[in-house]
């Protein structure tokens, strides 16, 4: 008999992955430790991609809690897809709790509220990363700024010159690779770049 579909608001309304309820649900076969640390094992592996560190993380959580490894992950890789799916669709919690209940069936209540308990803070884990990746998917992100105030007396072109002059680096993103630009500023182009972020901000 074939299992009936499960809509999930998380995913804009369309039909769960096959496999995903099968493993949302093998969180109720968890030892109650391993159930009541699962953020434990969730929160490395939440941000895309997975840290390569994440493995050896659970490896040593399951090892902790006296069960299979991979039986840690399946349950903690449902748990974080649907973590992300939330947070993509900003999904309001009662929503996210209905797609819960819906993939838990008849084991909904020792599943719901503890994945449930960490959901808003997954969100909040979630959602910068979404924004950044968002920003810089068109370019160059201004990080950071630092800067020097020198003054400039002489050069081989001439003397008592005494011209304020500001070192300006700034520190961007581009693709995951971080870089930095260093200008020399005069004052006068100091002065409008103040006037425009005044402006702006």
Request: net charge negative; proline share 7%.
């Amino acid at each position: 008999m074939t299992a009936p579909t499960i809509v999930l608001a998380c995913l804009g309304g369309a039909p769960a992955p096959p496999e995903l309820a099968a493993d949302l649900q093998a969180l109720g076969d968890l030892p109650e430790q391993a159930r009541l640390s699962i953020w434990r094992a969730v929160e490395p592996i939440l941000p895309d991609p997975v840290p390569q560190s994440a493995t050896s993380l659970l490896e040593s959580l399951a090892q902790e809690l006296a069960i299979e490894a991979g039986q840690l992950a399946r349950v903690a890789s449902a748990i974080r897809a649907l973590y992300r799916f939330a947070a993509r669709m900003d999904l309001p919690p009662a929503d996210f709790e209905s797609d819960l209940r819906a993939l838990s069936g008849d084991r909904a209540e020792g599943i719901v509220p503890i994945v449930m308990q960490t959901a808003e803070l997954a969100r909040a884990r979630i959602q910068p990363e979404l924004l950044q990746k968002t920003v810089s998917a068109h370019g160059k992100v201004l990080t950071s700024a630092d800067w020097r105030l020198d003054v400039v007396t002489s050069s081989n072109l001439g003397r008592g010159m005494k011209l304020p002059l500001v070192t300006l680096t700034l520190h961007y993103e581009e693709h995951g690779t971080r870089s930095a630009v260093t200008l020399q500023v005069l004052p006068s182009v100091l002065r409008r770049l103040k006037e425009t972020l005044g402006t702006i901000v």
